[in-house]
């Protein structure tokens, strides 16, 4: 896919400061994640119990404080998406649903529910959907990206079957957010690093991709397909520069990081600057309606 002019402006000017060779750039807040997976567990203290009473959601945290404002595009998902707390000159990780914000024109608003090492499982079991259906307004619209956790299988908090209770979810979430008068819009999990033979990216996430596609397609429900662009854009790359979008830090580069890390799922933020950068572009094409709120 081509990126908008806007959008393609926006990646030069920024000239992909602050990513892992410079501590000092900007980008908004980060936390580490856990390298391979899509995220160890938000950093702060952890959410209440679903049957809690919790503050209404603030747009870049949790909890969140309500604001009857212009529509909302509001975000659920994993790490790759989610907001990180530490400032970027402490940690290099960034979230592609952080930098998305910065693509929005007013008086469009983004809220971002996006935590570290949520599946659709635990995302409902934690009260975190119950948290986003309390703030959405009718015009709302609400994407949801996720897949890296519900793959697994070896943790039964997060993990869901891609064909039964993974679509069973997100089945559910499409319901619940046109019942409030929102627009549901569903995303592919994001590409990690990974490549294979005469430099192709291979699929790590199994069936999770196309049981999303699957189920945009049975409910009519607009597509992202950032697995599908995410890896043309890894491919068009190549091995060697794509690790300048990821976590790949040199040792003694990051007092955060002194040993260095790989890490071929979570980016840097000139990696989630260029896939929000595709996400913004993608939106426009599948939600007319959202075709205005993108520069």
């Known amino acids: 896919m081509l990126l908008g002019a806007a959008a393609a402006a926006w990646l030069g000017a920024c000239g992909h400061a602050g990513d892992a060779g410079s501590p ?8 580490a994640g856990s ?35 212009h529509p909302a595009l509001h975000l659920a998902g994993d790490s790759t998406m989610a907001d990180k707390p530490d400032p970027p000159a402490l940690h290099p990780e960034r979230g592609w649903g952080q930098l998305l914000r ?12 996006a935590a570290n090492g949520r599946s659709t499982r635990r995302f409902v079991d934690e009260g975190r959907w119950a948290h986003l259906l309390s703030q959405l307004q009718a015009g709302d619209f609400v994407l949801v990206q996720f897949g890296h956790n519900d793959q697994k299988a070896d943790d039964p908090r997060r993990f869901a079957d891609a064909d039964t209770d993974f679509k069973a979810y997100l089945r559910r ?32 996430l199994g069936r999770y991709p196309q049981a999303l596609r699957e189920v945009a397609t ?58 929000a950068a595709l996400a913004a572009q993608a939106l426009r094409e599948a939600a007319p309606a959202l075709r205005d709120w993108f520069r």
């Open 35 to 69: 390298a391979g997976g899509a995220g160890a567990s938000a950093a702060g203290a952890a959410p209440p119990a679903a049957s809690a009473s919790v503050a209404a959601p603030t747009e870049r945290g949790w909890p969140f404080p309500r604001a009857a404002l």
């Open 102 to 113: 910065e693509l929005l024109r007013e008086p469009a608003r983004l809220v971002n529910h």
């Open 218 to 275: 049975e409910l009519g429900v607009p597509l992202v397909d950032l697995n599908a662009l995410t890896t043309r854009h890894l491919e068009a790359l190549g091995p060697e520069a794509s690790k300048e979008e990821f976590m790949w830090i040199e040792p003694g580069r990051w007092a955060a990081l002194p040993q260095g890390r790989r890490d071929d799922t979570h980016y840097v933020l000139r990696g989630a600057r260029a896939t």
């Open 173 to 204: 979430f499409v319901a619940e957010v046109r019942a409030r008068g929102a627009t549901a819009l569903l995303a592919t999990p994001v590409a990690r690093r990974k490549f294979g033979a005469a430099g192709r990216v291979e699929n790590t």
């Open 24 to 31: 000092g750039g900007a980008g908004g807040a980060g936390s």
